[in-house]
């Protein structure tokens, strides 16, 4: 049966039984197989599909940053130069993804339309702690094929509408394959194989409160670093104009760096590297 | 044995008609029009939670008149097989026409096997790039569809309703213009003697599918932006713009 349809063209009972607001509970009763954690995988899965590397997070005053390198690998080569792993989830909540990116990809996909699935059905949006919780649930689904070498981990960030007054604004979120949700109180967070050099990088540069223009530096600034001394994630393509997504989430909602400005921080950070290479 | 009475088919079909018709008409009634930046939900509706008007994806809203749990059900309905299938597809191969086809099917079926109609009418709007090309569908309780031109009323005294809006409804009407049509075409009907009612901002349920936005189009129109949009504004000052989301819609996976 194609997705959703009945032969009659009459909407399936499933759609029409009363019960969850949840896309993905739904979905596990009416077309399972569209489910990423429902497929059967080859006992060793390692290294037959991209993976994706560095992601870092970075809570500032207005709100948080979320921004990723573009290159995804297959063992030893390059297999995108220009992928996009840091995706807006909603209107004020930002994911990015490391690990096998078909299967992030797919993950990312489903949770931006559980989250849209359930502010459509209820009127309303979920808290920020229930949408880190429903992910956390999510990666937990993939634990099977995550052991067989198609391990996918996602960092979460969003601007808290509800966050009391005093407290910052900008909350991330960052998981364990098991399914651990850990809130980073420190104000920033890396995933990915270049995390290692980008926390690094970011532990000696981070001030909380910082400004928007001084997040973004510092964000671009540690994936540099994990570029640098990581062969798995790219550095600032000058060449060919590829640089990192950079993604914010403030009052105002998600909005996404131009290339234009991505690339005027990539090129500011390449150049202060020639003076001081080590940053 | 139970005795079996014959009912002719246009008889049963005639009773289930009259029963979903006055169910219908003794409910409030809702509006949707074209205008030059949109289409444009009005519903006489006194709750702020239990809604008449609301979103099914990115360029469709849903409005409806008549009993509540049933189109409630008919909504969520149509939210899962839109997000079911831009899941499994893409976003834009959800459509508005596929959604009407899907509602009628499914009322046409209520209406022919089970022993209750639905009391409802609903219309799937799709907003276009132009106001030519907004799609609006009325389905009817036994799963008739039509397609509208830029104007539709439906629920209690539609008819009278409709005529107003067909007679002075433009494609290009502001958003302004638009509302307060509707507004008087809804309070046109109901008042004491032939005369007008009045209505208020908190008695009104207001939301809009924005062409000029990209992903999702729906918003709400509520408290101070409904009321200036409301108040006729003084001679040379703008009315308001509405409140709206954030700019950035989630991003099209």
Redesign the interface.
């Known amino acids: 049966m194609a997705a959703g349809l009945d032969p009659s063209w009459r909407l399936p009972v499933a759609f029409a039984t009363p019960g969850t607001s949840s896309f993905t509970e739904f979905l596990n009763m009416a077309a399972p197989d569209l489910l990423p954690g429902n497929r059967a995988v080859p006992r060793s899965a390692e290294n037959v599909a991209p993976h994706g590397t560095t992601i870092v997070a970075i809570s500032y005053r207005e709100g948080v940053i979320l921004a990723g390198d573009r290159r995804a690998t297959m063992g030893n080569l390059i297999a995108s130069r220009d992928i996009e792993k840091v995706h807006a989830a909603d209107a004020y909540s930002l994911i990015g993804i490391a690990g096998t990116a078909g299967v992030g990809i797919e993950l990312m996909r489903l949770f931006q339309v559980e989250l849209e699935h359930y502010e459509k059905i209820e009127g309303a949006m979920l808290s920020l702690d229930g949408k880190a919780n429903r992910l956390a649930t999510m990666i937990r689904g993939n634990l099977g094929a995550a052991l067989q070498g198609l391990a996918v981990i996602p960092l979460f960030a969003g601007f808290d509408l509800d966050a009391p007054t005093g407290r910052a604004p900008g909350r991330i979120f960052s998981f364990d394959i098991a399914g651990g949700l850990y809130e980073e109180t420190a104000g920033y967070e890396a995933i990915g194989s270049g995390s290692l050099f980008a926390k690094s990088a970011l532990k000696k540069r981070y001030a909380a409160g910082a400004t928007q223009a001084d997040a973004i530096r510092m964000a671009v600034e540690a994936l540099y670093d994990a570029a640098d001394d990581d062969t798995a994630t790219g550095g600032p393509d000058l060449i060919r104009g590829i640089y990192p997504v950079v993604m914010t989430a403030t009052a105002e909602g998600t909005h996404r760096l131009t290339d234009d400005e991505t690339a005027a921080v990539a090129r500011a950070v390449v150049e202060a590297r020639n003076a001081q290479p080590g940053g | 044995m139970a005795m079996q009475f014959y009912a002719s088919p246009e008889q049963i079909t005639r009773d289930r008609s009259e029963y979903a018709r006055k169910g219908i008409a003794r409910g409030r009634s809702a509006i949707v029009l074209s205008y030059d930046d949109g289409v444009l939900f009005v519903a006489e509706n006194l709750s702020k939670?239990l809604?008449k008007v609301?979103?099914?994806y990115d360029r469709i809203g849903f409005a409806a008149v008549g009993r509540y749990n049933e189109f409630e059900?008919?909504r969520?309905?149509?939210?899962?097989?839109a997000?079911?299938?831009?899941?499994?597809?893409d976003r834009r191969d959800v459509t508005g026409r596929g959604l009407a086809?899907?509602?009628a099917?499914?009322l046409g079926?209520i209406f022919s096997d089970q022993s209750k109609p639905f009391e409802v009418e609903i219309c799937v709007a799709e907003v276009g790039a132009t106001a030519d090309r907004d799609e609006l569908y009325r389905l009817t309780y036994d799963g008739s569809v039509q397609d509208e031109p830029g104007r539709m009323a439906m629920g209690g005294q539609a008819e009278a309703i409709g005529g107003v809006l067909k007679e002075r409804h433009e494609a290009g009407m502001s958003l302004e213009a638009a509302l307060h049509l509707a507004v008087e075409a809804l309070t046109s009907v109901g008042g004491e003697n032939g005369a007008p009612r009045t209505l208020a901002a908190d008695q009104l349920e207001v939301a809009v599918l924005d062409r000029r936005r990209v992903g999702?189009t729906f918003r709400r129109i509520t408290g101070a932006a409904l009321t200036a949009l409301l108040t006729p504004p003084a001679e040379g000052t703008p009315a308001a713009a509405p409140d709206g989301?954030?700019?950035?819609?989630?991003?099209a996976?």
Do not use: C, F, K, W
């Open positions: 939670a809604h609301s979103e099914i059900n008919l969520s309905a149509g939210v899962r097989m997000d079911m299938r831009g899941y499994s597809y086809n899907a509602y099917q499914t079926a999702r989301p954030p700019a950035d819609s989630p991003a996976g």
